[in-house]
Structure formats: C-alpha cells, structure tokens
C-alpha cells in the first residue's frame, strides 16, 4: 500500500487530497485493486476536516484571529500601537536636545564675544617688534630648529590676548620667499631654560612689553639663513 495512504486526521485534507491526485496521474487506474485505493482516496477527500485543536501550531496561528501577532499586510508592524505610543516621546526628546545644543551654542558665542573681539588687521599697526635676534639649535630628533626672539610692546588701547605674525624666508634663488606662521608665545622665564606660554595664557596690557619667542622647524634649504621678515597680520583683543 503507498505511504501515503493513511486516514484523513493523519494527512489532513490538503495533502490527502495532493496524495489521491498524484497517484491517479502517475499510476492511473490498472485493475480493481488500484480502483479501490483511488476510491479509497475519494473518500477522504470527503472527509471532515480536523477541527482547530488537532491541527499543527502552524495551521493554528494561521487560521485563528485570536493568534496572529503581525498584520498580514505589514508583517513588521505591531498590531498593539506600542511604536504609535512611543513616537510622541522620541519626538519630544529630539526637539529637547535640538533646543538645548541652541542654547549651548548661543551662551557660548555669547561669553566669547563679550570675553574677545574678532582679530583686528587695523590694531596691528599698535604692535611693535624690535631687538629681533636669531639662533639655531637641533631638537633630540636632529631636526633643525631656527628660534626668533624680541621684544613685542602694545602701544594701543586695548589688552591683547592673541597675535598671528607672519614670517618671510626669504632665499637667492629668485622664488617668492618661504612664508610661515607659528604660535606667537611669550617668553615666562629663562631660567633654568627658556619657558614659553601663549599670550591667552598671559595678555598683553596697554604700553605693556614682553619678551618673545618664535620657533621654526620646517624651512626650506633654499633660505639663505638672513633674519626672516616679521610681519603682524592680526590681533585679538578684548573690549
């Protein structure tokens, strides 16, 4: 007898149905023994269908309304409305930290705007740079390092709490000169050795003098080892 000729509880509808149906097509009728399994067969498609409860948890969870968890239309939507109800707070929370980094941003820019005024080309020429003296030395890497020191005075107004100086390296060849800017630092102390600070660190007063130190380490073969040109481009002051 084929293996697939069992009871209707056993198969179920659809696949006795499938099994009566192939068997039928590839083997057909042949004598009355075959006759009588394929009515055999007929008759469980006739057969009642296996209530609910007897059937696979997967037949359960697709024929029973109570048991389906996913919207068939929209198998990754929740049919409880929990991502409805949390929606309004995510929203809420962006809008909260949007408004707190605007805040942030505009006591920030606040605080530095009453601390400081924009750099000023125009306050420059209140900057004067004399006693320019020059040295070289190699750093623990063997890299050579060429030091500018002077004297900066603030003959302005205002307290000075920034400075970019521009300096040309000039050479013999014809080119256009080397032009570099570096930290502007203030010279702290010289002894036991040359310390430096920044001039945020320690602003620079009306008709107050400092001494300075400019340090460069990436200049060209070509220079031809005279004084570089130093020139104020701009200079950060406070009100």
Not at 50 to 60: D, F, K, L, Q, T
Not at 95 to 122: I, K, N, Y
Not at 193 to 206: F, G, K, M
Request: hydrophobic share 40%.
């Amino acid at each position: 007898m084929p293996p697939w000729y069992l009871p209707s509880q056993h198969l179920g509808f659809e696949r006795a149905g499938a099994a009566c149906y192939l068997y039928d097509v590839i083997f057909g009728p042949k004598d009355s023994v075959h006759q009588q399994i394929i009515m055999n067969f007929h008759s469980c498609l006739r057969a009642p269908v296996a209530p609910v409860a007897n059937r696979s948890r997967y037949n359960r969870r697709m024929h029973d309304p109570a048991l389906k968890t996913t919207d068939p239309s929209n198998p990754f939507k929740s049919p409880t409305g929990d991502d409805r109800n949390l929606l309004p707070w995510v929203v809420a929370a962006v809008v909260v930290v949007v408004l707190l980094g605007f805040v942030f941003l505009l006591s920030g820019h606040t605080g530095r705007s009453a601390a400081s005024t924009p750099r000023d080309a125009a306050y420059a020429g209140n900057i004067a740079l004399s006693q320019l003296k020059m040295s070289q030395a190699s750093n623990f890497a063997g890299s050579q390092l060429t030091y500018i020191d002077g004297v900066i005075v603030n003959k302005g107004s205002k307290t000075v709490t920034g400075i970019v100086v521009q300096a040309l390296f000039a050479n013999d060849s014809g080119e256009p000169p080397q032009a570099e800017q570096v930290p502007f630092t203030l010279i702290r102390t010289r002894d036991p050795y040359v310390d430096t600070q920044s001039v945020s660190a320690a602003p620079l007063a009306p008709g107050a003098s400092r001494e300075f130190r400019l340090i460069y380490d990436d200049i060209s073969p070509m220079w031809n080892q005279q004084l570089p040109l130093l020139k104020v481009i701009s200079v950060t002051t406070t009100k």
